[in-house]
């Protein structure tokens, strides 16, 4: 009888609406990431599940109370899912270059709300107090540049996770990771902030995709930096601002509770400084190129080992990240990162007024 009904109802909604009302609402409900203001809704829902002080987190039934952060959870990833849909596809019939950044910011939403927000107040909090309650009192994390390098296409139609994680900080930039992975083909070896999933076989058990894979990949001679697992990865660095003030990173993170304590050798991060304009600023622009305080995780620490994987995919092995070790994994990042920042030289390659333009074409507005 069930089935009978919904045929009926299917078939009524039909009539009602007619073939192509019908034919745009299937439409609409196979591709929900395209819909208007689809990106709003997704971001809306990152921070709704995320942000503990939220009224109603969307969260699992007897699991609504956030555990406290600690080292840990510093470098582990956050997996999101998603599909290839047909309006994000190409001529070619593959996932545009340009809609893996919209994916990339849903991720990292995920990701900051999940860590940082109670670094964020308390970082406020303390600074607003510090400053005889002058000033703005919110703390805002702002995103200073995306890069994104694709190695495998993404059919339409096709499953893929996107793992965030931290991977670094300096004294004024955080980056954050995002690898583009084939879905099911690797699982966690556990879900720190969802207990119930650690009963599942496959979040301790690799799948026979990521066994064909690492055979492939060991039959073709390819290191991990060619990884066939991966469809693309992208990478981006933000910045604390309280006003013109830039935070170091450090400050939050600490706050947040991902950091252990420091040894006594390492110095105390002094308060941060406000920064300075260049004769060359535009009036009213902040200055970028302030000179920031030594902060102690850029101290010395034991030199970075190379490693199979990063030190975050042994999260939840049992191993303490005590503070040197989280140091080793951070200098690991900056070594990547170092050639990323020199991208900030391309200013010069800009000819403006004394170079000979090609032409000017239009485009829709």
């Not at 109603?56 to 007897?62: C, V």
């Not at 300096?170 to 009963?199: M, S």
């Not at 994987?309 to 989280?326: L, S, V």
Request: with cysteine; proline share 10%.
């Amino acid at each position: 009888m069930a089935p009978n009904r919904a045929t009926t109802l299917l078939q009524r909604v039909f009539k009602s609406l007619g073939f192509w009302r019908f034919f745009a609402v299937v439409f609409a409900l196979l591709n929900l990431k395209h819909i208007p203001f689809g990106w709003h809704l997704r971001i809306l829902t990152g921070l709704l599940t995320h942000i503990p002080y939220l009224p109603f987190p969307l969260r699992r039934p007897n699991h609504t109370t956030n555990p406290p952060l600690n080292p840990n959870h510093l470098f582990s990833p956050l997996l999101i899912r998603s599909r290839a849909q047909l309006p994000e596809c190409d001529y070619n019939v593959h996932k545009s270059n340009s809609t893996y950044l919209a994916d990339f910011d849903i991720a990292r939403m995920h990701l900051l709300t999940r860590l940082f927000p109670p670094g964020l107040l308390a970082t406020a909090k303390n600074l607003y107090k510090e400053a005889g309650r002058e000033g703005p009192r919110r703390l805002g994390i702002y995103l200073g540049g995306v890069s994104c390098a694709f190695r495998r296409e993404i059919g339409v139609g096709v499953g893929f996770e996107m793992w965030t994680r931290v991977l670094c900080w300096d004294r004024k930039w955080l980056y954050v990771v995002t690898h583009f992975v084939e879905r099911g083909a690797v699982r966690p070896r556990g879900f720190a902030f969802q207990p119930w999933k650690n009963k599942t076989d496959r979040a301790k058990e690799p799948t026979p995709i990521a066994e064909d894979k690492e055979k492939e990949r060991g039959k073709e001679g390819k290191s991990s930096a060619k990884n066939p697992l991966f469809f693309a990865i992208a990478v981006a660095k933000y910045v604390c601002k309280r006003g013109r003030l830039t935070i170091p990173p450090e400050l939050v993170l600490r706050n947040s509770g991902l950091l252990p304590p420091k040894p006594q050798e390492q110095p105390t991060p002094a308060a941060p400084q406000p920064e300075e304009k260049t004769t060359g600023s535009p009036e009213g622009e902040k200055d970028a190129t302030t000179a920031l305080p030594p902060i102690a995780d850029l101290a010395p620490a034991p030199e970075p080992t190379p490693t199979a994987g990063h030190a975050g995919a042994q999260a939840g092995a049992g191993e303490e990240w005590t503070w040197h070790r989280i140091e080793t994994e951070r200098q690991r990042g900056m070594a990547i990162m170092e050639a990323w920042n020199r991208t900030e030289a391309l200013d010069e390659a800009f000819g403006g007024s004394e170079a000979v333009a090609l032409g000017e074409f239009w485009d829709f507005p």
